[in-house]
């Protein structure tokens, strides 16, 4: 339903750079005025002149229609948003494969996990790695460490790699 619509403005774009170039404007200025390089425009311009104006409509691209439908893929949302303990997952991360799975139980649809990341993505959803730090991790001396020792390191190799020693 986006797409189409993104195609729609993209495909309004070209043919208003045809209309203005027909009205005399030049590539330059029709660049300028929409946003896009004068080497696009002068694709359009001639992408026009040799196949006509039906030649910058846009064009779907192929492939079969999503087996989720925009409500359903919105729906996905809502049923991650308990947590993946929730639904019986241990530890509280979602994964590709476990929103797949999520999405097998819930709509019967299955998919490969590098899909579910193209979905996800589709929904504005970045995944994010939990860092992951010692529980034995002392800050303080971590602090203390970048502030006097890695200084006194870092001088250390300057000085040999101009061939100084002090």
């Given at each position: 339903?986006?797409?189409?619509?993104?195609?729609?403005?993209?495909?309004?774009?070209?043919?208003?750079?045809?209309?203005?170039h027909c009205k005399g404007w030049k590539q330059?200025?029709?660049?300028?005025?929409?946003?896009?390089?004068?080497?696009?425009?002068?694709?359009?311009?001639?992408?026009?002149?040799?196949?006509?104006?039906?030649?910058?409509?846009?064009?779907?691209?192929?492939?079969?229609?999503?087996?989720?439908?925009?409500?359903?893929?919105?729906?996905?949302?809502?049923?991650?948003?308990?947590?993946?303990?929730?639904?019986?997952?241990?530890?509280?991360?979602w994964t590709c494969s476990r929103i797949g799975n999520v999405i097998?139980?819930?709509?019967?649809?299955?998919?490969?996990?590098?899909?579910?990341?193209?979905?996800?993505?589709?929904?504005?959803?970045?995944?994010?790695?939990?860092?992951?730090?010692?529980?034995?991790?002392?800050?303080?001396?971590?602090?203390?460490?970048?502030?006097?020792?890695?200084?006194?390191?870092?001088?250390?190799?300057?000085?040999?790699?101009?061939?100084?020693?002090?």
């Open positions: 339903m986006k797409k189409k619509s993104f195609l729609n403005w993209k495909e309004g774009r070209r043919l208003r750079g045809i209309d203005l330059t200025a029709i660049a300028d005025a929409l946003g896009v390089s004068k080497v696009a425009v002068n694709q359009w311009i001639r992408k026009c002149r040799s196949e006509g104006r039906k030649a910058l409509q846009s064009k779907p691209k192929p492939g079969a229609p999503s087996r989720l439908s925009v409500e359903k893929k919105y729906q996905i949302l809502e049923l991650l948003y308990p947590g993946a303990e929730a639904w019986g997952f241990v530890g509280d991360i097998e139980r819930q709509f019967g649809i299955s998919y490969h996990r590098h899909h579910i990341a193209k979905i996800m993505k589709e929904l504005n959803c970045t995944s994010h790695k939990p860092r992951v730090r010692a529980l034995q991790r002392n800050e303080k001396a971590i602090q203390n460490w970048k502030r006097y020792k890695w200084p006194a390191i870092k001088k250390s190799k300057i000085r040999r790699a101009l061939g100084t020693q002090s």
